[in-house]
């Protein structure tokens, strides 16, 4: 998705962001984000983003495993912040938006603030290499990650793009992947936290291998 605005490194984004916690939901650089707003607390996020220019917001997902509470869980460490680059009203009291990834981040301090939603200083120091667009393209086993592909869809009796899948470059087809998994929070933070493209990879193919060997086992007869 193309976007107006130009990010060449950390410098180019905000300290101090907006954060949207969603269990799940993984975005990642240069990657799309479809959303569908409807509590207040994210319409002003939202209206808030839009107002000051930024148009950024960080996706997040919650912390199952640190103490919190339903409205202010703990949070991982590293989430990933994207630009509104669509965005509808629905006529009922929504927005329709979508994000595109920017570069992922750490947070380093949550901020007491008035907003009803949460805001976080953050560092995307760490994360340099996420505005190279195809950065590792080279390192990928893309037949190892197309391998699993084929044998996850044809266990699951889903069809798949072909064509489009063939002409799409690494990184866009191991993100797309990672983002489109049906996995659970611990394992899209895997793939999220992961250090580069190479090693995204290498995890969601083995996250792959092992749903698919789960599912065999729990087909098969058990001994009495």
């Given at each position: 998705?193309?976007?107006?605005?130009?990010?060449?490194?950390?410098?180019?984004?905000?300290?101090?962001?907006?954060?949207?916690?969603?269990?799940?939901?993984?975005?990642?650089?240069?990657g799309?984000?479809?959303?569908?707003?409807?509590?207040?607390?994210?319409?002003?996020m939202?209206?808030?983003?839009?107002?000051?220019?930024?148009?950024?917001?960080?996706?997040?997902?919650?912390?199952?495993?640190?103490?919190?509470?339903?409205?202010?869980?703990?949070?991982y460490?590293?989430?990933?912040?994207?630009?509104?680059?669509?965005?509808?009203?629905?006529?009922?009291?929504?927005?329709?938006?979508?994000?595109?990834?920017?570069?992922?981040?750490?947070?380093?301090?949550?901020?007491?603030?008035?907003?009803?939603?949460?805001?976080?200083?953050?560092?995307?120091?760490?994360?340099?290499?996420?505005?190279?667009?195809?950065?590792?393209?080279?390192?990928?086993?893309?037949?190892?990650?197309?391998?699993?592909?084929?044998?996850?869809?044809?266990?699951?009796?889903?069809?798949?793009?072909?064509?489009?899948?063939?002409?799409?470059?690494?990184?866009?087809?191991?993100?797309?992947?990672?983002?489109?998994?049906?996995?659970?929070?611990?394992?899209?933070?895997?793939?999220?936290?992961?250090?580069?493209?190479?090693?995204?990879?290498?995890?969601?193919?083995?996250?792959?291998?092992?749903?698919?060997?789960?599912?065999?086992?729990?087909?098969?007869?058990?001994?009495?």
């Open positions: 998705m193309p976007m107006n605005a130009q990010y060449r490194g950390p410098i180019d984004l905000p300290a101090v962001i907006p954060v949207f916690p969603l269990p799940g939901a993984l975005l990642l650089p240069r799309t984000m479809p959303l569908n707003i409807f509590e207040p607390r994210y319409l002003a939202v209206d808030d983003s839009l107002r000051d220019g930024h148009r950024l917001i960080g996706m997040i997902q919650p912390d199952a495993h640190r103490p919190g509470n339903p409205e202010k869980p703990a949070l460490k590293v989430g990933c912040v994207g630009r509104i680059t669509q965005l509808a009203e629905s006529g009922d009291g929504r927005y329709l938006i979508e994000l595109t990834g920017v570069a992922r981040f750490r947070i380093e301090e949550e901020l007491a603030v008035a907003t009803l939603y949460r805001q976080c200083r953050v560092t995307f120091a760490p994360f340099t290499d996420d505005f190279i667009a195809r950065k590792g393209e080279g390192d990928v086993d893309r037949a190892a990650l197309l391998d699993a592909l084929r044998a996850f869809l044809k266990d699951n009796k889903l069809q798949a793009d072909w064509e489009g899948i063939d002409k799409a470059p690494n990184e866009a087809l191991v993100n797309a992947l990672s983002m489109m998994s049906p996995y659970g929070v611990v394992e899209k933070q895997a793939l999220l936290e992961a250090p580069d493209l190479k090693t995204r990879a290498e995890v969601l193919v083995a996250l792959t291998e092992i749903d698919l060997a789960k599912k065999n086992t729990e087909g098969e007869p058990q001994l009495q």
